[in-house]
């Protein structure tokens, strides 16, 4: 996906947005990893744009809200913006706004965001946001203050109950915390499908050639640090997807400096250098661990392919 994409509508406060791109009815909130709860909150918005014949949009804000007032903090998100917006393409909705988060948008009281961001710049006809919806400045308005303030301006609203309980409960926090103690599976149950990472394939050391096990490298960005160790992956690149076993860690045995994400291919023999690729986390395998050779490296490498292939269903 790039910005160039139509459906994607940049919002800066100067220019005016398409007319054909007003009156819509919007989910409102950061989407991080648009997981179950998410994408339940987008039906419910296509159902009630269905009934007013609107098309239905997405509001999210760049950078992100923690990201703005912690900007030295360590990355966090499950999908980036660019991939949020795909995702949330996918589920149906046929706009993403992305308002600008900054100085003046945190100033914003919860009247003037509705006003100013919602009715005016947008021209939103309808907002749907799930109970334990925040927003204005200090945080000050909720779910029930945007209903009434969007009726106001002549806005539908629904406030819609979240999904999912206990240690599956649909919300980003739950499947951040699954990914960090090493439980994509856990993740996956959250975000209805398995988290993955995107990014262009980096040069690396070539150590991985040179034992017999080459590996494709990915730098994380602004994903979050999943638990380091090896995972059972599937890669898609260029429409197709593969088998293969993950790393990410700080390579302890060749003496690495900083976390690396990388993937060995399973029955793979191509150059992909500068192209991007996914990498979908399935099962943790094992942590992370320091050896005492390369060779010993090597043989357990080996170990985890086959475990990996064990899972998968290969042999």
């Known amino acids: 996906m790039v910005k160039t994409d139509p459906r994607i509508i940049f919002i800066d406060g100067t220019l005016a947005i398409p007319e054909a791109a007003r009156r819509c009815v919007a989910v409102i909130g950061n989407l991080d990893g648009v997981h179950l709860g998410h994408q339940f909150l987008i039906d419910e918005a296509k159902d009630l744009a269905e009934g007013m014949s609107a098309l239905t949009g997405a509001v999210i804000f760049s950078p992100h809200p923690r990201s703005f007032f912690q900007p030295d903090g360590e990355p966090f998100q499950l999908t980036p913006l660019l991939h949020k917006a795909e995702l949330a393409l996918a589920c149906g909705v046929d706009r993403v706004f992305i308002v600008p988060f900054n100085e003046r948008?945190?100033?914003?009281?919860?009247?003037?965001?509705?006003?100013?961001?919602?009715?005016?710049?947008?021209?939103?006809?309808?907002?749907?946001?799930?109970?334990?919806?925040?927003?204005?400045?200090?945080?000050?308005?909720?779910a029930a203050s945007l209903q009434s303030l969007a009726q106001k301006h002549d806005m539908a609203s629904l406030i819609v109950t979240p999904i999912g309980t206990g240690a599956e409960k649909h919300s980003s926090s739950s499947a951040r915390k699954a990914l960090r103690e090493g439980k994509p599976e856990t993740a996956l149950a959250i975000l209805g499908r398995h988290w993955s990472v995107r990014g262009k394939v980096a040069h690396g050391k070539r150590l991985g050639h040179k034992i017999g096990f080459p590996t494709i490298n990915i730098p994380l960005g602004d994903y979050l640090a999943?638990?380091?160790?090896?995972?059972?992956?599937?890669?898609?690149?260029?429409?197709?997807?593969?088998?293969?076993?993950?790393?990410?860690?700080?390579?302890?045995?060749?003496?690495?400096?900083?976390?690396?994400?990388?993937?060995?291919?399973?029955?793979?023999?191509?150059?992909?250098?500068?192209?991007?690729?996914?990498?979908?986390?399935?099962?943790?395998?094992?942590?992370?661990?320091?050896?005492?050779?390369v060779e010993k490296m090597k043989e357990q490498i080996a170990r985890d392919s086959d475990k990996a292939k064990n899972l998968f269903n290969l042999i």
């Open 105 to 142: 948008l945190s100033s914003l009281s919860p009247e003037g965001f509705v006003e100013d961001i919602l009715h005016k710049q947008l021209g939103l006809i309808g907002v749907v946001v799930g109970e334990e919806f925040q927003f204005g400045k200090g945080r000050a308005g909720n």
């Open 226 to 293: 999943p638990r380091k160790g090896i995972y059972a992956v599937t890669i898609q690149w260029a429409h197709k997807s593969y088998f293969g076993v993950g790393y990410y860690g700080a390579r302890p045995t060749v003496d690495g400096t900083g976390a690396l994400l990388e993937a060995h291919i399973f029955d793979f023999n191509q150059t992909i250098y500068d192209e991007t690729v996914e990498i979908f986390f399935h099962h943790f395998i094992r942590d992370d661990e320091k050896f005492s050779s």
